[in-house]
């Protein structure tokens, strides 16, 4: 029985002293509150409208010169063509104006392409391209072939390179017929 009681009288002692402990300063300190945050600032919220946006100043050089006509190929170059090719039909600024919008839509597919005095043919797709978007030709000659990308820029179509650079630039000239030049200066169409 002494064993008992000695246990029970030292678990009595450990709790007193746990409980001791809990009182002390150390303990309180720890339990401390934070400062209170400093009020908000209070007042009215006035509100005014924005200024009108200003346009920035335009100059000339900002915009591109517009599209010269198509020249046929002069005698001394057509002297170099196997075969002599016919001009497409000549269109003025004022005809590529108010020519109708191209769309992407609208050039998606097969196309035969004329160019250097022979025909082959072109395929574009909307697959995202260095330049624009995915071209591919077959037997095409000369600058023609070349083409990997296309895309369109207000009313032009424009063929590039694989390194992004220009090829063509196509004006619309009819139902699914486009003409342009090469950057080399030859007759380039493009029909269905």
Do not use: H, K, Y
Request: charged residues 10%.
């Amino acid at each position: 029985m002494v064993l008992g009681a000695s246990r029970t009288i030292g678990a009595v002692a450990g709790i007193g002293v746990i409980l001791a402990g809990c009182t002390g300063s150390r303990v309180g300190a720890l339990n401390t509150q934070p400062a209170p945050l400093p009020a908000s600032p209070s007042g009215t919220v006035t509100g005014t409208p924005l200024p009108a946006p200003s346009s920035p100043q335009v100059t000339q050089s900002q915009f591109p010169d517009a599209p010269q006509p198509i020249t046929p190929p002069t005698e001394e170059v057509a002297a170099v063509d196997e075969a002599p090719t016919e001009a497409p039909p000549q269109s003025s600024v004022t005809e590529v104006a108010s020519a109708p919008p191209v769309t992407r839509d609208a050039l998606v597919g097969a196309w035969r392409v004329e160019t250097a005095g022979s025909s082959c043919q072109m395929f574009m797709a909307l697959t995202q391209w260095t330049g624009g978007f995915r071209a591919a030709s077959r037997g095409c000659p000369g600058d023609a072939a070349n083409v990997s990308a296309w895309d369109v820029r207000g009313q032009q179509v424009v063929l590039s390179d694989s390194g992004g650079n220009r090829v063509a630039t196509l004006f619309s000239s009819g139902s699914g017929r486009f003409d342009g030049q090469t950057t080399s200066g030859r007759a380039i169409s493009l029909s269905r």
